[in-house]
Nanobody, 115 residues
Framework: QVQLVESGGGLVQPGGSLRLSCAASGSIFSIGAMGWYRQAPEKQRELVASITRAGSTNYGDSVKGRFTISRDNAKNTVYLQMNSLKPEDTAVYYC?????????WGQGTQVTVSS
C-alpha cells in the first residue's frame, strides 16, 4: 500500500506561480513513476506531468514550458512547479504513483487561478 498526501494548492492570480508537493509513505520502495493529474469541473481527468524514478519526464501539451515536475527520492516526494498560471489551469490536482502495476492517488488539492 502507498499513501499520498498533496499540499500547496490555493488561489493565485493569472501569471502567478504555485508549487505543489506530494509526499509518499507506506511501501515506498515499490514506487516507480509518479505524476500529477488534474480535473476541472465537467471535464475528464488529464495528465499534467509524470516522472520516472530515474528522472525522465513527460508533460501534457497545455503545460509544456510553464510547469516543471521534479522528484526527491530520498524524501519520497514529488513536486510540481507551476509558473505563468492561466485561468484554464483551475482544477483539482491529484498526485499519482504507480507501485507494482497498481495506481495510487492522493486526495487532491484545489488550484484556482483568478483575478
Amino acid at each position: 500500500q502507498v499513501q499520498l498526501v498533496e499540499s500547496g494548492g490555493g488561489l493565485v492570480q493569472p501569471g502567478g506561480s504555485l508549487r505543489l508537493s506530494c509526499a509518499a509513505s507506506g511501501s515506498i520502495f515499490s514506487i516507480g513513476a509518479m505524476g500529477w493529474y488534474r480535473q476541472a469541473p465537467e471535464k475528464q481527468r488529464e495528465l499534467v506531468a509524470s516522472i520516472t524514478r530515474a528522472g525522465s519526464t513527460n508533460y501534457g501539451d497545455s503545460v509544456k514550458g510553464r510547469f516543471t515536475i521534479s522528484r526527491d527520492n530520498a524524501k519520497n516526494t514529488v513536486y510540481l512547479q507551476m509558473n505563468s498560471l492561466k485561468p484554464e489551469d483551475t482544477a483539482v490536482y491529484y498526485c499519482n504513483a504507480n507501485a507494482r502495476y497498481l495506481p495510487y492517488w492522493g486526495q487532491g488539492t484545489q488550484v484556482t487561478v483568478s483575478s
